[in-house]
């Protein structure tokens, strides 16, 4: 069992920039792949970024040009920096967390932005 703590949320203009950051401990196996999903209101969960251990990545078509994730694997910490953020990323962040076939979220982070 594992456990993902994220941090970083907040309220931010459009146009500007929030940092995530979460943070996996317990029961990790080493060939993991990590990311972000986010859930905006009234709308079901959706995939926003995965990167695997050796830092292959792929995104969500709405974040792409904008969204970059990256880990660090000794810190066992995923993050994702969010640049030229528009109203529509509004949502609850979820840190993600996938190994040995069986997946794993954080409680969330929330993102507001305002126009």
């Known amino acids: 069992q594992v456990q993902l703590v994220e941090s970083g949320g907040g309220l931010v203009q459009a146009g500007g920039s929030l940092r995530l950051s979460c943070v996996v401990s317990?029961?990790?196996?080493?060939?993991?792949?990590m990311g972000w999903d986010r859930q905006a209101p009234g709308s079901q969960r959706e995939l926003v970024a995965r990167i695997t251990r050796g830092g292959g990545t792929n995104y969500a078509d709405s974040v792409k040009g904008r969204f970059t994730v990256s880990r660090d694997n000794a810190k066992n910490t995923v993050y994702l920096q969010m640049n030229s953020l528009k109203p529509e990323d509004t949502g609850v962040y979820y840190c993600y967390y996938f190994a040995r076939g069986f997946s794993s979220w954080g409680q969330g982070t929330r993102v507001t932005v305002s126009s």
């Open positions: 317990g029961d990790i196996f080493s060939y993991n792949t």
